[in-house]
């Protein structure tokens, strides 16, 4: 399907969504916001997540500028809750009008009052998206000369979900510069016009970065930790392969887990990694970071995840999958290890093993990489560079 097909496509379906937009819009008038705000957050959650701490540093970076943020969808925890309600934003949940597939209507209705009350505001908002359906959806019916922003992590479901909402996004931010590439690759596939080529901006997730270390342990016990979820695409059950692959070895290695993982693992390798479930408090997660030597990634794919951020800002060594931009910061043998293919799910366990044998033999080499990860994490990842391209980024759309 090209690009005018997806256009027409768009089209086709708002005739039929229009009069849902005009009783929201009614609604809107009915029940007016009670203030009005320079800038409008659509996110779909605020449960754990890598997307979901990027979007509450996001909402940090404009320090609650008379800023509202808007959730579209269930969370499963409250993990980043009170780091967006920190930043000052005005909260508001509609997921129970929104995420609900046997009331769906009154996701249509909520696109008119959403878009009602932007469009009222005696001053030019700015809308941003953070891979957020429904701020798709409600894209065509913001007025023209409104700047809407998006934010893609990675080449994935939503990169054809936006397709035909592309005349209506003013800049598109992506955080990998190999999926930049990913998607010009589409737009040329799909034959999408080059002005929105320039559309595309590059902007790094940055991290608070850490201070006081204490130095690490190198004599002992070598703790390999992972952080995320368990979801298909993390394959967190190659790690737990890997872990049994090297404590059938005797090789003095921990494997740490955090996250929602244990579904994601079959039930005959639980007992080689050490689970620490989900955790909600930021510093104890810091604090297994410190703990750890090695962070370790098998997805099948990722944007760039900031678990290798936090990692490395943390004097790990980094074990992954070469995926999005993660050949860019790792560099096999200096930093860190790739495996060298990521479809072969049996040569990456062989691999995963064979790498951390030669840590555990090599704990100089193993030192080295983890400091060398700190310096670099201290020149690249520095959140207070991510603060600036963000406050600059809405400062220039706000004077167009």
Sequence with gaps: MLF???????????????PFII??????????????????????????????????LI???????????????????????????????AIKDISRFTDNKFLYFLNL????????????????????????????KISPWIKTGIPQVELIHSFNTFSWIR????????????????????????????????????????????????????????????????????TEEKRVQLIADIAKNVLEKEL?????????????IPAALVKYCHLLGHKSDDQEISQEYEKAHIVIITSSTEGFPMV?????????????????????HVKNGENGFLFSSVTDETLIVKEGVDFLTLLVNDRELLQRMGQKNGEYARLHFDIENFNKSYQQLFKQLRAK
Excluded: W
């Design 308 to 328: 290798i951020e936090e990692g490395m800002a943390r004097e790990c060594a980094v074990l992954a999958t070469p995926v999005g931009d993660i050949p860019i």
């Design 163 to 230: 397709i035909p909402f592309l005349p209506f996004i003013t800049q598109s931010i992506m955080i990998s510069r190999v999926r930049i590439e990913d998607h010009l690759r589409q737009y040329k596939k799909l034959k999408i016009p080059k002005e929105y080529y320039s559309r595309i901006r590059y902007i790094i997730n940055g991290i608070a970065l850490p201070e006081g270390l204490k130095k690490k342990n190198y004599t002992g016990q070598v703790k390999v930790l992972y952080v995320g979820r368990g």
């Design 109 to 136: 209705i909520y696109r008119g009052i959403m878009s009602g009350y932007i469009n009222k505001q005696k001053e030019r908002p700015l809308v941003f998206n953070g891979q957020c359906n429904f701020a798709y």
């Design 23 to 56: 009783i929201g819009r009614l609604l809107s008038v009915v029940k007016p916001q009670s203030k009005e705000y320079e800038n409008y957050f659509f996110f779909p959650f605020y449960h754990t997540g890598g997307a979901e701490k990027v979007h509450s």
């Design 4 to 18: 005018k097909t997806y256009i027409l496509k768009r089209r086709i379906e708002g005739f039929f969504i229009y």
């Design 59 to 89: 909402t940090q970076s404009v320090r609650g500028q008379n800023s509202i943020v808007i959730f579209t969808r269930r969370s499963v925890d409250k993990k980043f809750y009170n780091e967006f309600t920190n930043s000052g934003c």
């Design 252 to 264: 003095p290695v921990e494997f740490v887990l955090i996250g929602d993982v244990q579904e994601a």
